[in-house]
Each structure stands twice: as C-alpha cells, then as structure tokens.
Nanobody, 115 residues
Framework: VQMVESGGGMVQAGGSLRLSCAAS????????MAWYRQTPGQGRTLVAR????????FYIDSVKGRFTITKDNARNTIYLQMTSLKPEDTAIYYC?????????WGRGTQVTVSS
C-alpha cells in the first residue's frame, strides 16, 4: 500500500490549496478515508473524514466551512480543498484510512500559511 500526497505549498493567509492523495495497493471506494495533519512536536490529528458507505463527511471544528474532502473512485484518489487558509493550518498533511493503518502513512505534503 502506498499513499502519495501532493499539492502542498506556501500561501498567504486567505489563500487556497487543493491537496491530492493517490492511493495504490488498496481500493478506496469501500474504505473510509481521511486527511490528517501534523505540526512539529505534535502527533498526527484527524482533519476530515469521508465515509465510503454514504459519502458522509466529518470535519474538525477549526476547518468547518473552509475545507472540503472529496474522492474520485475511478482515480483511486482523495482530495482536500482548502480555502480561507489560516497560519494555524500550517502542517504536514497526510491521508490514510480512518482509523488509520500504521503501515499506510505516506510522506505527506507540507502546507505553510503565512500571515
């Protein structure tokens, strides 16, 4: 299994980014997938989740209304559209199943938001 995250970068506060996660070795359409983020000295925390069975979503309070998680089953890829970015969104972003499989973490993609 391999997760390859991309789309990160450096943006100013208020900007937008779209993260992608291409999964191989597993089929995402029947899995609950999620985005996580990690800041220095902190563990990875859940940001958003997309349930496979009904496409329902969950977001942590701090990103509600700003982030949107979607997936493309044909491409076996999940996305995180991030708008109105804030400096506190600065982190390395990862995708994985929910709950996460310890062996499936990718390298992540760095998002840096300047004020």
């Amino acid at each position: 299994v391999q997760m390859v995250e991309s789309g990160g970068g450096m943006v100013q506060a208020g900007g937008s980014l779209r993260l992608s996660c291409a999964a191989s070795g597993l089929t995402i359409w029947y899995l609950t997938m999620a985005w996580y983020r990690q800041t220095p000295g902190q563990g990875r925390t859940l940001v958003a989740r997309l349930r496979w069975m009904d496409n329902s979503t969950f977001y942590i309070d701090s990103v509600k209304g700003r982030f949107t998680i979607t997936k493309d089953n044909a491409r076996n890829t999940i996305y995180l559209q991030m708008t109105s970015l804030k400096p506190e969104d600065t982190a390395i972003y990862y995708c994985n199943e929910d709950p996460p499989d310890a062996g499936d973490w990718g390298r992540g993609t760095q998002v840096t938001v300047s004020s």
